[in-house]
């Protein structure tokens, strides 16, 4: 126990906890699942250039060369942590111990829980941000601003054909291993504590009438419309657009292990 009295959730503050309300403090992060119903994303993979590699922890290599990343704009309308959009960037790595993985150098959420839950739990360095997901004409567009009016990406895709299983199972294998570093600087009289976290998303497509799976592809276009010095996103360089999806799905999110830690 760590108040003197009364329940205690899992987060801070323990009488009124940010998230994990039903858990207690000392329930290992691996039991809390983030659930997700009723999404939306449009999915951009690129091939980028070794620049990339500077992105990278130690302990974890780029899968391939030439090296591949992918943007990711979703609107989540409802989860276990409050409806809310996001933005990351993914580079495909290997992780310590030589298997795929998806780094993460940057993400952003327009929701407090949602920001302190993947911090906290996975070291996933989330930020506030503007970010917006618009579908007008025969368009879905999504965009990212921070602060308002500094528009950091333009995301817009035309979808009019339908991508094959294969190519998804390629692109977002089932569980999608992902990866960041929790870091909690060390503060006198105590321990810091940095580590490389190996998470995961589990993905389930929706299906339209005839049991297809609502995942799209067509013309589309990326752009760093400004650079910042402040949220470096374009630090991942967009050398090809190589896919360009929208899909509907289901997710839950959960944690596998800590692969390596560091001294810092």
Known sequence: MVLRG???GYSIPFDSP????GLSPGTPAEKLKIEYRNCDCLLAMVETDRSVEAL??????LFSDPPYAGLWISHYSFSTVGEYYEFLSVIQAKDAKGELGYYIPYIYVTNDAAMAAGRELAGAPK?????EFLQEYDLIQATMERPRGKRLLTFTLKPDERVTPELVN???PRPTPLLSVRHLPPIRGGDGLTQLVKWYGLIDFHRDPQGRETIWTGPASVTYDSPSVADPIHRIPVKELVAALYFQFDMTLGIIEVQKEYRV
């Open 6 to 8: 009364g329940k205690e």
């Open 56 to 61: 990278l922890p130690e302990g974890v290599e």
């Open 127 to 131: 930020k506030l941000a503007h970010i």
């Open 18 to 21: 940010l998230y994990g309300a």
């Open 170 to 172: 390629s692109i977002l």
